[in-house]
Structures are given as C-alpha cells and as structure tokens.
C-alpha cells in the first residue's frame, strides 16, 4: 500500500511502526521507537521497542530513577508534536542489556544499515553533540558516533579501537529551535557511493556530492567499546551527550540492508502527514 504525501486520512498510520509496516520496510528493522506511541512509552524507565525485537532503552543506564534520566513530554499515546523525550544537557538513553550483534555489526567489515531520526535541535550549539553511539568517550575506540559535530553538522564516526577509519560529515547543518528528520545509510562493501546522509526531505550533501565513500579502512572485528546509548556516544556518564534542550521524537534502525533516498522520502512525507505539528520543512 502506497500512502501520498498530504494531509491525514482515515488508515493512514500515525505510528513509526505502522509507517514503516505500511512502507513494508520492516525486513530487516531491528529498533523502533516513537515517543508518540503508547506501546513504546506510556510510563515507566524504559522506551520501548516496538519493531517486535524486545531492544528497550533505559532513562538513564539502569531501572532506578537518575539525575540524567530524559525526560518524557506529553500525554502517553497523543501522536502530536507535544510527545517526546527531553534532555538537560547530561542525560542519555542506554539499552538495557548487552549490546545485540546488530549493534556491533555496524562499525565492522561489510556493515549495512540505516537510521532515522525525528530531532528537535535547541537554539544552542555545543561540540560535538553526539545522538547516538557505541564508541564511548572516545571516537576512535571500536564503534560508532553520529553526532553534530562542531559546526552544528551531522557527521558519522567509525572507530577500530586505536584511529578513525571513516569520519564524514555533511555540509548543511539542521537549523535551530526547530524538528528535523535526520537519516543516514551506510552500505560498507559498496565503497564508492556507498553511504548518504539525509536531512528533511533532501540529501545532505558531503563535499558537493550525494553519496559518500561508505568503505571502512582497517575496521576492527570485535565488537563495541561500549554499550549503544542514545542522545549519547555509548557508555554513559563517561561519554559526550547531547544537549540541553535536544528532543527525540522517533528513532529507527535497519541493520542487514539499507534504505534508499526514495525510502527516506516516503518515511519523512509520511510522518509529516500523520504528525503535522513537527512543523517538519
């Protein structure tokens, strides 16, 4: 079933997962989240995951109640603009259990995966805001980091425990005081051409170009420095953070095949569809 870009109709999902299910992009879905959806947040420590994997997040890094716990905005199961998860500057999200092999598998040999991102970028900037990761403090310890880099740009770190062996960032960066719809692909084993980033509705081009070299140089074959965080590099409190101010509103992973532009487009038109208070551009 193919849903058009306009306005919100009888049908028409109003959920990440019900997206991604109506788009039959859910082959290879490994994480789902959507702030929006009383089945993946309605109370609790935990945002869970409705891609049917079981991958939940923790506020914080365990079940206790922590000073750098997000905070969940909004009424459980509204679907509106109002219902995300908000950071003080020092909170994260941490899986709840040791890294899955799909968490790993995404800074090695012949990764293949994509992410998106429904994120509300606060006026303020700060280096190096990392969104999610598995690097920990260090980004050249084996794992990934995407981030906003210094310049307030989306850029995608490798590491393989001792240097960077993919470091790219994008040329626009998202503006403030705004929602945005982040993406980003990695196909590994194409090399040239390999890789894009995405933002609202466009590529966001690296150096001129579309695509990038999504080729890893020397990649390491074990696994994660750290455990995946979101709105964080992985590892915690020992790692960066994003943020005060930074809101998560939706996150997906395909980790085993990667999305196209296409598939990127019709993802964000559908989401600007059923949740038009965004204001996504």
Known sequence: MVFPIGPVRAGMPDTLIG???GRKLTGNLRLCLDAGDADSYSSGRKWLDTSGNGHDFFFGSNADSQTVDPAFNGVAGGKSASEYMSTDGTDYFQY???NEDWMSNIHKNNARFSVGIAYYNPASK???DSL???SGPAWVNRGITYELNGSGK???L?????ASILNISAATAPGTSAWHFLGMSIDEPAGAGGGFHYLDGNYNQVSGSDTFNAAYSIPSTGNAAARMDLLGNGGGASGRVARSGTRLAMVFFIEGAVLSKADFDNIYADIKAARSGFNLP
């Not at 490798?158 to 001792?162: K, L």
């Open 19 to 21: 997206i991604l299910k």
């Open 96 to 98: 709840d259990s040791a």
């Open 126 to 128: 700060l280096l190096n």
């Open 132 to 134: 999610f990761g598995t």
């Open 154 to 156: 989306p850029r995608v």
């Open 158 to 162: 490798v590491g393989n425990g001792s």
